[in-house]
């Protein structure tokens, strides 16, 4: 059996501000081109199919679109579940449903102990869960208090499903002991409470694991983060994105990586203001990525932002790689400051605080809301 | 072909604060034995099955339940629409895996032109939509403005679709022209502009409508609300709840209205707050139900709500229906407010305001604060 196995679209997200719908379209349909292509059986979704669990109105569309076109339309089985980002219940929403096209989209723990029987394969659909879940369903053990205890008794009651002469397949979501993290995962406890030891998991022929993005996050053979499709934080940025083809048979897996391209990537650009705003240099690149702007000089840059943006529209930040060339003159400014008028004092701060040079209007409003504050002290 | 028709089920709503979940689910299974027992081919729901656009976990919940029940355990064949309450995009959520069990959602204008034919009836499941939709689905045009010239060429173009040898029926959830409004239907415009004239919906051999709460909002042979199945509202709580049960042949329909009971009732109390009080008096009620209070005595009765809490756990309203004694008395009060203390002065005041009198432990918090303001004001 060969599956197609991705997880964290987190449909809905933004990146410092910008819609990433149009981008995460844009992988979705390589990863069907894809799918069609390599002639898989099924399509794995490891959880966080939401960024959110009240997605908004545009990005429950997108995945309506997404979902109808992979499963009715396309016809691929599709075998999901929910991740720490989703509404268990408002993703169940029609779940009894999709099963009558082999859309089988977990939400439930209970759901984890009915295996899906597909070909030769077993497939667990584990949602993430609350070590609280685990406590209610196996009667109220106080002995579970950490996700570790809880996916002890969880493997344990999916292995009594196991049929020997099948393969088995866990698909679920969480910290796995030995993961490394990036940003854009949120609220991990850090000190190993909740991590799950990976020897727990030996008996699977392959764990198809969502919740961290990066692919590389843990090495095995046969367990396996897919990584989120596309970049969804700076810290992600060196991070290769695709998705996992996985064949499985009993006792035997084969897995290779094939990358997603992305609509935009997320770029580093290093130099002066000068020559990042050199015409030969900008021409050169792809100016609707996401850059990420580091600035080597220390001078202050009159409209500095408003002309970086408009050369490079989709911009994450700007750093002074150097600092800024007026920290060191603060305290000769501090001497003088006294003998500034308000204007000039207005002036300044505004201009330090954001890299830009009023404009005529502003400068015009400005004056105004001074003199009317002067002729009101004056008045008293 | 026999239909259960209902409309507006609201799922999620709260009554004066009162969560109406459990209330929901009472008249629902009733709904479910009523729709076995009288044998009918489909059930029609058209429209408000949410109270908001983005309800609460616990109202998809329970929607989930009853939707399941109806169309995946009991196989009843489904026909609904969104309402003005509904977000018509996330509701759609797994609508096309829907129909795949007879389970007709419709969300979306164009929607209505593709009937679903159901034995030897077309039916056109038309949800709630505003005039801009019809202008955008009609390629722009500007005349129209209203719902009325939308219904207009709406209706022209489902017409369009008319199989002369089947019946014809029409579901969808709007303001029709003649029906009497509640207190619980919000945002209807006065002035008619946000109405349907009857005589649009004359071809149909039966119009399925939800949108206002009264089954008698509108008298006709062919054209019915068949309102909510709970009361929603005070103003509700003369109206009888329930549903139709229609029988629908080409040119020819049997209409019968079938009461569903209420797991609480709102019932008005009217009398003085000792005979309300007196236990032979309330024994004979059942003290479930939400009251609206409506006393006749005048005088100021101290600690009222809470007395009649004590009683009566779901109040809706305490009304006086002659006003208070005290009404008279202000006056004579005013003038001789000045010789009053402060302590008597806010003593007098929480008494008129509440109905209450100060405990002692608020007595003592009231005149420590009059303490520490009277010492503050000799220091200055």
Partial sequence: MRFLHTADWHIGKKLHGYSLLEDQLHVFDQMIQLAKQEKVDGIIIAGDLYDRSVPSVDAVERFNQMIIKLNLEEKFPVFAISGNHDSAIRLETGGPWFRQSEFHLHTRLEQAFHPVEFGEVQL????????????????????????????TV??????????????????????????????????????????????????????????????????????????????????????EKGVWIVDVEEKKVDLSFHPLLPKREIKELQGTFKELTQQEFYESLDRKDFMFIQLTDRAVIPNMMYQLRKIYPNILGVERVYGRENDQKILAKEISVKQLSPLELSKQFFEEMTEEELTNQQEQWLNESLDAIQQKERGK
Same sequence: chains 1, 2.
Avoid at 129 to 150: H, L, V
Avoid at 154 to 175: D, R, T
């Fill in 124 to 151: 667990f659909l584990l949602p993430y869960f609350e070590p609280s879940d685990a406590r209610i369903y196996f009667d109220n053990k106080e002995e579970i208090r950490t996700i570790e205890q809880a996916m």
């Fill in 154 to 239: 969880v493997i344990e009651e999916i292995k009594k499903q196991f049929k020997p002469e099948m393969a088995h397949v866990l698909v679920s979501h969480f910290f796995a002991a030995g993961s490394a993290k990036s940003d854009s995962e949120t609220k991990l406890t850090v000190g190993g409470l909740d991590t799950v030891p990976l020897d727990l998991l030996e008996d699977f022929d392959y764990v198809a694991l969502g919740h961290l993005h990066n692919k590389d996050a843990l090495i095995s053979d046969s367990i396996r983060y897919s990584g989120s499709p596309l970049k969804f934080s700076l810290s992600e940025r060196k991070q």
